[in-house]
């Protein structure tokens, strides 16, 4: 888990994440728990987040 500050200005859309079928038997059920999406877009160096940690393990 790395954590992350917002910018000001964020969108964020917080629920139960869909289901995606990617092809070739690949299929992700919908989430249980509820996720949270950042419309970050790396290619176009347009970042919502700032400050982000380096990270740890995910508790178990």
Request: hydrophobic share 35%; net charge negative; aromatic share 6%.
């Amino acid at each position: 888990m790395s954590p992350c500050a917002l910018k000001v200005g964020s969108k964020i859309v917080v629920g139960p994440g869909q289901s995606a079928d990617c092809g070739e038997g690949l299929v992700y059920p919908q989430s249980a728990v509820n996720q949270v999406y950042i419309n970050n877009d790396s290619r176009n160096n347009v970042l919502w987040i700032e400050n982000c940690d380096a990270g740890s393990n995910w508790p178990q």
